[in-house]
Each structure stands twice: as C-alpha cells, then as structure tokens.
C-alpha cells in the first residue's frame, strides 16, 4: 500500500470513528475514567445495528435450519473444561516488553529490523558515586545519529538511580561497542530500545467463583471462556440426549468470548470484550472435508446477504503449519478494512479433536449413536466461527459513504449517507411530519408511527427543516424517510388524501405511497 493511500486509508478511519460516537454507534468503554483499553460500549445505534445483525444470524443459521440447534452456555467456565480443550496450556501469545518505555508487544507481530546495535555494559554518575551494571543495546538505522543511542541509554540507566533530581544527561555510559544486525526482531521499532525476550502470556481472565479461599479446589477458580464453541462441545451429550438429531447437524451459539489481548488495536477490530456468532456443525468423518467448503461458501452469502460484497471479502486457505495442530483444513474469511485486508470469520475443519479432549478428561461417555448405521461413533466438526463485533465494523466501514451534491439553490455540499442494507439499518424508516406546529399533522405522523412500531424500529423527528432532517438519517443509514403533509390531511384534494411522500435513502428519490400499503412495503424491504 503506498503512503498516499494508507493516509487516505486513516483519514477515512478517522472519520469512521468519529460518526460512531456523534451518532452514537460505539462508545469506548468507561471513557469519563479515562477508558478501558481494549473495550467498547455500543450505543443506541451500535446497540440496534448489533441486534440486527445477530437476529439475522440466528434466522438464518438456526430458525430457518432443521439440522441446526440452538444454545446460550454460560460466560464463567470451569478450569477443567479449558484444560482439557488445551487453553489452560497453550491459549498464549508471545510477548515482550519494551525495557525503556515498558510498552508490551507481540513478539510475533515485530517486523524485522537492521541496522547498528549500541551496546552497554552499565551507567554511572561520577558525583554521586552511583553506578549500575546491566546490559543494555539500541539500535540504530541507517543515517541516524549515534548520539541517538547515547540519549536512549542514558535514559534507560536513570530508571535506576534512586535520586531523581539527577539529570538523564549527567550519566556516563560504561562498554560502548557496537554490532551490525539484520532482520532482529529483539528491538522496539517505535524507539530502537532493547526489549526483553518473548514470554508465553496466557489471554484468559482468570476469577474466583464462590467463596473457597482454597487456591487448590478446581471447582473454585473459573475463567471468562476464550470462545464460546468449548460451551457447545461441553453440551453436545446434553442437547443429542434432549433432542431428535441425526449426522450432520449443527449446534449454533451467539455470545461473549474474553481475551486478555495484549496489544487491542484497529478500533473494535482486536478488542479484550467481544462477541462470537459459532457453529459446531457435527459429522461423519468422511464428509468432513466436503461440509468445510460448503460452509465456506454458505457463509460467503451471508456476508452478501447483510450488505457485504463478495468483491470486498478474501478467502485464505491457511497452509500447512499455520493451521491449528488439529485443523485439517482452515478458512479464514476477510475484509478489507480501511486499515488493512483482515479476519472476519474462520471456517474450521476441527476433526473429532474436541468431543476427543473432553471424553478423555470428563470420563464420561459422549459418543453419538449413530440410528441410521446402528453404530457409536464420535462425530468431527466442522465450525464456522465469526466476530460479530469485527461483522459489525466491516459493516459501518462498507456503509460509509460521502458524495456531493448540489441543493436547490445550485449550492454543492457534502452528504455523508452510511449505506446499510435496510436489513441490517438500526432505524429502519423515519416518521416527519412537515410542520411540527400544525396538530393535524402531528396526528396523523404519530398514528403512522403507531402502526409501524410494532413491526420495526421506527424513528420520530418532528424538529428542523425537512432537508436536514433528511441528513440527520443518511447520516446514520435509515433506509426510508416517509413524509406526512398536506397532501396526506387531503388539503389539496382528495386524489392524495391518506398517502405519504417515502423518500429512499440512496437515490434520494421520493414517491407517494397509500398509508394502507407502507407497512408491506416496508416490510418487504427490510426482511
Ligand atoms: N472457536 C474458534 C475461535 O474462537 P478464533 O479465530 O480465535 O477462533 C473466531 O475466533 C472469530 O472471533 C475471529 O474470526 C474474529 O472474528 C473473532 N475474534 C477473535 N478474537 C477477537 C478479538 N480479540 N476481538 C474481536 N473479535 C475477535
């Protein structure tokens, strides 16, 4: 990506981010406290968008699917469930710290640096008598100053004196030598420092659960679960014994997942709170392979469905080696974000690996019965497991929109319209009437909105020019805007009398409409 278009890229991001909060989509969380990194509130808007897009989900993946059931398992999972799925040992990433600035990276996400290393034995300041010995390096690029490495060192050492009056600059380097690098990645691309070497970080959040003060009762430490599919395999007895399912069908969950991430970044993209949209789809193993492609491609619909095209989605089939070690074959499904072409969703061959784990470690005999090949088998799985919240912000980016028009009086001016599909719109139609103070049409705006709400989310506005009251719902997507007037009362006769003007959002187009046919006609629409 060239730098021109990477700043066109952030500017657009920029602008995404600040529509979010004015309008009232995403809000970061705790904000007034100074924020909680990594968390985020939807706001009224984000709150409909969100529900929008899971009620879609669960429509089409579970209510208009007799193979697919549903389930809601609890967020607080018990230790031994996540160390027979293999979280308690291996759901870590790399991380280093920065050992000037203590900023904590992802060993893995550095991108390798050459140049020439400073290094240092220790520090001392001559007046005082203090000194300390420790090995410290920066490294330095091409063209840049040595004294760059000098001031970075000096200001590492000044951590460790312990009279903070003494000036950074007073302090004498000890062992200077220096060592050309390639491709390292043990230095901190933002300032050069020396950082420490990778540790295993474990992303649970770990809690207590009752009042056990015994660190060892295994019943009495829970984590906030790292996905919602360990619920699902957990249950999979439970929801075969309680229903009538034959092989393959599907158990499809929609919750919160925790990850103490350790560099949360790109908005809500990689956050600490999220929710997943998960499907265990179980099977014979023989169709294991075939069901991984044909989910693929059902959930590249969906994607079309909600208002995402296929021209802006990639499909990486994830090679050998970068597949978890139990995956026979991975889909990642992504987007192209403004900040880069990035996950969306993974399709996930997962073998018999789950169901396996807790067999073993549970005891208990969770084999399927098999009616129609009168045999007990252990089913694969396949899962398709999105990100609502990284569905919701590919769907605000690929809704953003701005375009010029001209007004009446030929004047140019800027309209920022977010173009949701009317499916996934939080407000699906605007209720105006034209004049706020002419009770008649009042009346008659407020028996419209009366007789949509309870089929959709409508909104009232009675308040501003109806120019800028338009704007107010391109701004934050609202599909339709139906108009009450003169007309409507039949002040200008009777062949308009009982209708309204609907207005469409994207064209901007308007046209009159019998009261009797608008709530079919939207309803049409929306579905
Ligand atoms: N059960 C499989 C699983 O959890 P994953 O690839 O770790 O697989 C699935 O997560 C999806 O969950 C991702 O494709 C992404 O959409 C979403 N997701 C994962 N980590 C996330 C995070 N920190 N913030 C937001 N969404 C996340």
Not at 243 to 261: T, W, Y
Not at 306 to 327: C, K, M, N, T
Request: hydrophobic letters at 30%.
């Amino acid at each position: 990506m060239s730098d021109k278009s990477s700043e066109k890229d952030q500017a657009l991001m920029e602008k995404i981010v600040s529509l979010c909060k004015r309008r009232g989509f995403i809000f970061q969380s705790a904000e007034i406290y100074g924020g909680a990194n990594g968390c985020w509130d939807y706001g009224p808007l984000g709150a409909e968008l969100k529900r929008n897009l899971k009620d879609y989900w669960w429509r089409k993946n579970v209510q208009e699917r007799e193979d697919i059931l549903g389930l809601d398992g609890s967020i607080l999972t018990l230790e031994s469930v996540l160390e027979a799925s293999g979280h308690l040992g291996g759901f870590s990433d790399p991380m280093c710290d920065c050992l000037l600035t203590k900023a904590r990276l992802r060993a893995d996400e550095i991108d390798p640096q050459s140049g020439t290393s400073y290094h240092y034995t220790g520090a001392s300041h001559e007046e005082s008598g203090w000194s300390v010995e420790r090995p410290y390096s920066v490294l330095l690029s091409e063209n840049q100053d040595e004294n760059k490495a000098r001031k970075t060192a000096r200001l590492y050492y000044s951590q460790f004196l312990s009279d903070k009056q003494i000036s950074p600059k007073k302090l004498e380097l000890a062992g200077e030598s220096t060592e050309e690098v390639t491709d390292s990645t043990s230095y901190n691309p933002e300032n050069g420092s020396l950082l420490t070497a990778a540790r295993e970080f474990n992303l649970m959040f770990k809690t207590k659960m009752g009042a056990s003060a015994d660190e060892n009762d295994p019943k009495g430490t829970a984590y906030l679960r790292p996905e919602t599919a360990q619920t699902i395999f957990v249950q999979f007895k439970n929801v075969v014994d309680s229903n009538r399912v034959k092989l393959p069908f599907g158990i499809a969950q929609i919750g919160k997942s925790f990850r103490n991430e350790i560099n949360p970044r790109n908005y809500t993209f990689r956050s600490r709170e999220f929710e997943q949209m998960e499907i265990e789809y179980f099977c014979r193993e023989e169709d294991g392979m075939r069901l991984t492609d044909e989910w693929l491609e059902t959930r590249l619909s969906f994607y079309e469905e909600i208002g995402i095209p296929r021209e802006h989605l990639h499909v990486l089939d994830v090679p050998d080696g970068e597949r978890a070690h139990y995956s026979k074959r991975t889909y990642d499904i992504e987007y192209e974000f403004p900040f880069g072409i990035q996950e969306l969703e993974g399709v996930a061959y997962r073998t018999d690996y789950d169901l396996k784990k807790h067999r073993e470690h549970s005891g208990k005999p969770i084999e399927f019965f098999d009616d129609e090949a009168k045999e007990k088998l252990l089913p694969h799985v396949v899962e398709p497991s999105a990100g609502c919240d990284r569905t919701i912000l590919a769907l605000i980016c690929e809704a953003y929109d701005e375009e010029t028009i001209t007004d009446d009086k030929g004047k140019e001016e800027t309209r920022i319209v977010m173009r949701f599909s009317p499916r996934m719109a939080p407000i699906k139609v605007a209720v105006l009437p034209l004049l706020k103070n002419k009770p008649e049409l009042v009346a008659k705006a407020r028996e419209v909105q009366s007789m949509l709400t309870p089929f959709m989310n409508v909104f009232y506005d009675e308040t501003a020019a109806i120019g800028r009251r338009y704007r107010r719902q391109d701004e934050v997507g609202t599909p339709f805007c139906v108009t009450i007037d003169f007309e409507t009362l039949g002040e200008n006769g009777d062949e308009d009398k009982d209708t309204v003007t609907i207005r469409e959002r994207d064209s901007m187009e308007q046209r009159r409409i019998p009261i009797s046919e608008l709530r079919e006609y939207l309803l049409d629409a929306i579905v």
